[in-house]
T-cell receptor
Framework: GAVVSQHPSRVICKSGTSVKIECRSL??????MFWYRQFPKQSLMLMAT?????????EQGVEKDKFLINHASLTLSTLTVTSAHPEDSSFYIC?????????????FGPGTRLTVT | RKEVEQDPGPFNVPEGATVAFNCTYS??????FFWYRQDCRKEPKLLMS???SGNEDGRFTAQLNRASQYISLLIRDSKLSDSATYLC???????????FGGGTRVLVKP
């Protein structure tokens, strides 16, 4: 199957700082990438959908100015958590899809565990 | 009401036994259905798609009931390695966004 990587796998930062998470598709071109967040004992919640070269589409309740998403190439999307606070501590997972609109297969990255102190 | 609902469990299953659990979805226009498996602190991995006619993959059997809007997963001859959280996933009517259920935790014990 297709491989998606995320970096870093784990990050600890101080409150008020910004953190950038990278998501890369290693062996295919990802026209669409998705960013999810998962709090402990909860399911994955979609934060935003990004298409290469265009602005991300954010889900209701997700602040676009706080969670900056850039999808500048077909193999890389980044999520920047700006002015992070302890409540932003979570497991952030990206997924990538290289299919057409009728292809629902998404390949997940291994996730990034963010802890804000 | 959540779009996708699951019994969180845990289902404690003796090794070798059969376990089954359901997932209900609220959007009757949902198009595609999947079961994912998620191990602790790891990303979800696709276990199997769920087709209208039902489908089987080794020890795993998935069923879809559109009339009652639920899907099911049955695991036969449970292995210790089957211990995980099983996520029910549904696509919305348009596009390929995945909507995840809260997951059902399964613990297989010797």
């Amino acid at each position: 199957g297709a491989v998606v990587s995320q970096h870093p796998s784990r990050v600890i930062c101080k409150s008020g700082t910004s953190v950038k998470i990278e998501c890369r598709s290693l062996d295919f071109q990802a026209t669409t990438m998705f960013w999810y967040r998962q709090f402990p004992k909860q399911s994955l919640m979609l934060m935003a959908t990004s298409n290469e070269g265009s602005k991300a589409t954010y889900e209701q309740g997700v602040e676009k100015d706080k969670f900056l998403i850039n999808h500048a190439s077909l193999t890389l999307s980044t999520l920047t958590v700006t002015s992070a606070h302890p409540e932003d501590s979570s497991f952030y997972i990206c997924s990538a899809s290289g299919g057409t609109a009728i292809s629902y297969e998404q390949y997940f990255g291994p996730g990034t565990r963010l802890t804000v102190t | 009401r959540k779009e996708v609902e699951q019994d969180p469990g845990p289902f404690n299953v003796p090794e070798g036994a059969t376990v089954a659990f359901n997932c209900t979805y609220s959007n009757s226009a949902s198009q595609s259905f999947f079961w994912y498996r998620q191990d602790c602190r790891k990303e979800p991995k696709l276990l199997m798609s769920v087709y209208s006619s039902g489908n089987e993959d080794g020890r795993f059997t998935a069923q879809l009931n559109r009339a009652s809007q639920y899907i099911s997963l049955l695991i036969r001859d449970s292995k210790l390695s089957d211990s995980a959280t099983y996520l029910c996933v549904v696509t919305k009517a348009a596009g390929n966004k995945l909507t995840f259920g809260g997951g059902t935790r399964v613990l297989v014990k010797p």
